[in-house]
């Protein structure tokens, strides 16, 4: 819950200084950095705080099928963030348009 509190601060942080005239490349990118941070954090704290060796044998120790795990539970978790990020850049990008 830190996590997702966290990257959705950070969300609103990069939308609010985001500059409008790299549009929705930039929206996209900081979307994407957003999203690789999170999965990055999941993906190292481990699988509910046990040490990352000990989390591998739960995948079989596999890297692949742990990240791809992450990845999941990430992609689920990052609605709020996402919106987080479009409302200061759409709110600040329909105030730009004359």
Excluded: D, H
Aim: no cysteine.
């Amino acid at each position: 819950m830190i996590l997702l509190i966290a990257i959705t601060v950070l969300a609103v942080i990069l939308g609010l200084v985001l500059p409008l005239r790299w549009g929705i490349f930039g929206f996209l990118g900081g979307a994407v950095l957003l999203f690789v941070a999170q999965a990055g954090v999941n993906t190292a704290m481990g699988f509910e705080g046990i040490p990352i060796s000990e989390s591998l044998l739960l995948f079989n120790e596999s890297y692949l099928a742990y990240v791809g795990f992450n990845l999941q539970i990430t992609y689920r978790a990052f609605a709020v963030p996402l919106l987080a990020l479009s409302v200061p850049l759409i709110f600040r990008m329909s105030k730009a348009t004359p």
